[in-house]
């Protein structure tokens, strides 16, 4: 099955910080999926399962990030994923 990618407008007033991240990360993790989120689209991402690689991306409100999504169920992971991002606002 080939990767999924989608990309996400954060809307969080504080960005990506230590409570979201951490679920992301926790999410990414237990996804069973090699998930990567990006800055810059285009550009290879870090691994979402790592709460330090997602953290020192910067994201800010306003911001757009890029996740790709490889194995098993690549479509409903990337959507629980992007609830997470969305949710804690």
């Known amino acids: 099955m080939a990767a999924i990618t989608r990309s996400v407008l954060i809307t969080d007033p504080v960005g990506i910080h230590a409570r979201p991240a951490s679920e992301f990360s926790q999410a990414a993790a237990a996804s069973g999926c090699k998930v990567t989120i990006s800055k810059e689209p285009g550009k290879p991402g870090v691994d979402a399962a790592s709460i330090l690689m997602v ?3 910067g994201v800010a409100k306003g911001d757009t ?6 194995g098993d169920n690549a479509e409903q992971v990337a959507d629980q994923l992007i609830e997470v991002l969305t949710r804690a606002e």
């Open 55 to 57: 953290m020192s991306l």
């Open 65 to 70: 990030v890029e996740l790709t999504v490889d």
